[in-house]
T-cell receptor, first 114, second 113 residues
Framework: SQKIEQNSEALNIQEGKTATLTCNYT??????LQWYRQDPGRGPVFLLL?????KEKRKERLKVTFDTTLKQSLFHITASQPADSATYLC?????????????FGKGTKLSVKP | KAGVTQTPRYLIKTRGQQVTLSCSPI?????VSWYQQTPGQGLQFLFE???????NKGNFPGRFSGRQFSNSRSEMNVSTLELGDSALYLC????????????FGSGTQLSVL
């Protein structure tokens, strides 16, 4: 069955360091992969999308890589700040048809300490 | 532009009851999806509606149903509530089925006692 795993439930880092979150998947060939941020009591907020034919995407302090051979995406936050503390979710989207049913990982809770 | 609005924010029900949750998408968005989020299972897809038609359905029992109105607003209904239905129910909208980015509401926290 399709499976998507985020490397750890929680990640603690020091302010100013780079946070690296991992998303691995099996038994799936996604057309694209998305990353969302979720704060307590709120819905997820879209951050970045990367397609299967793209290797890397950047947006300000965020960088996403996508390796379809390894079936893995890495999500980096450089110069992390306490305000980056949140749960980060990766989600896979399929080819064709209705794309509303993303498959989500369970998320990694990032804590950035001052 | 207003975001996705979900009502109510919190609900407490007892086993066997039924519940209806409401979602108003972003103006101009015609697709509405529903997800269930629990600590153990994470976010799981329930169903998606576009132009009042259900386009896709997740692996949930028939007790979970939904509908979409002509103004794109959507409701989901859960009948014969079970303790395991306690979860955060999230609604997400997008312009159309060809657009990948989802805009989520803040959710309805349902507690079944």
């Amino acid at each position: 069955s399709q499976k998507i795993e985020q490397n750890s439930e929680a990640l603690n880092i020091q302010e100013g360091k780079t946070a690296t979150l991992t998303c691995n998947y099996t038994n799936y060939s996604p057309a694209y992969l998305q990353w969302y941020r979720q704060d307590p009591g709120r819905g997820p907020v879209f951050l970045l999308l990367i397609r299967e034919n793209e290797k890397e995407k950047r947006k300000e302090r965020l960088k996403v890589t996508f390796d379809t051979t390894l079936k893995q995406s890495l999500f980096h936050i450089t110069a992390s700040q306490p305000a980056d503390s949140a749960t980060y979710l990766c989600a896979l989207g399929r080819h064709g048809g209705s794309q509303g049913n993303l498959i989500f990982g369970k998320g990694t809770k990032l804590s950035v300490k001052p | 532009k207003a975001g996705v609005t979900q009502t109510p924010r919190y609900l407490i029900k007892t086993r066997g009851q039924q519940v209806t949750l409401s979602c108003s998408p972003i103006s101009g968005h015609r697709s509405v999806s529903w997800y269930q989020q629990t600590p153990g299972q994470g976010l799981q897809f329930l169903f998606e509606y576009f132009s009042e038609t259900q386009r896709n359905k997740g692996n949930f029992p028939g007790r979970f149903s939904g509908r979409q109105f002509s103004n794109s607003r959507s409701e989901m209904n859960v009948s014969t509530l079970e303790l395991g239905d306690s979860a955060l129910y999230l609604c997400a909208s997008r312009i159309g089925t060809g657009q990948e980015k989802l805009f989520f509401g803040s959710g309805t926290q349902l507690s079944v006692l």
